[in-house]
């Protein structure tokens, strides 16, 4: 089992609306490496969600991977804001995944609060210029965003 960060501005898709829905799908990444990530990912794999763009960013749960990658179909939307007119039908370079929820955390574990970990400080999202919304997690970073959950 490999260990995932995955970025949603709440407004998009947050913690507690996929709990309410029990599965969504993880669309709109536009971001090769991020979208190779997620060609990565397996069912079963686990995943941090992680709240971003909102006043208190941070970790907010624990999701599942429910389906392997499977091509985007909002880049074939024209409605959506992740239409791509280069995409088609035949040819479509963008990934998502199907997530289910797993946990809320009773609190969200702020960006400061991970930054004062010392095992964290590989955590690539720890890293200055890192704004991937898809991203590993080692399975020692793993246990220890868990212990801070309390």
């Not at 392997?68 to 995409?87: H, I, R, V």
């Amino acid at each position: 089992m490999a260990y995932w960060l995955m970025k949603s501005e709440p407004e998009e898709l947050s913690i507690l609306d996929l709990q309410r829905l029990g599965t969504a799908q993880w669309d709109g990444v536009r971001n090769y490496q991020a979208r190779n990530f997620l060609r990565s990912m397996a069912v079963g794999d686990l995943f941090f969600f992680y709240h971003s763009s909102c006043p208190q960013p941070g970790i907010a749960g624990v999701g599942r991977i429910s389906a392997s990658s499977y091509p985007d179909p909002t880049a074939l939307e024209p409605q959506s804001p992740y239409f791509d007119p280069k995409a088609g039908a035949e040819k479509n370079p963008w990934s998502a995944v199907s997530v289910e929820y797993r946990e809320a955390f009773s609190r969200v574990l702020s960006l400061g609060e991970l930054r004062d970990q010392s095992a964290l400080g590989e955590m690539p999202l720890l890293q200055k210029g890192s704004r991937l919304s898809v991203m590993p997690v080692t399975a020692e970073q793993w246990q220890a965003v868990l212990a801070l959950r309390g």
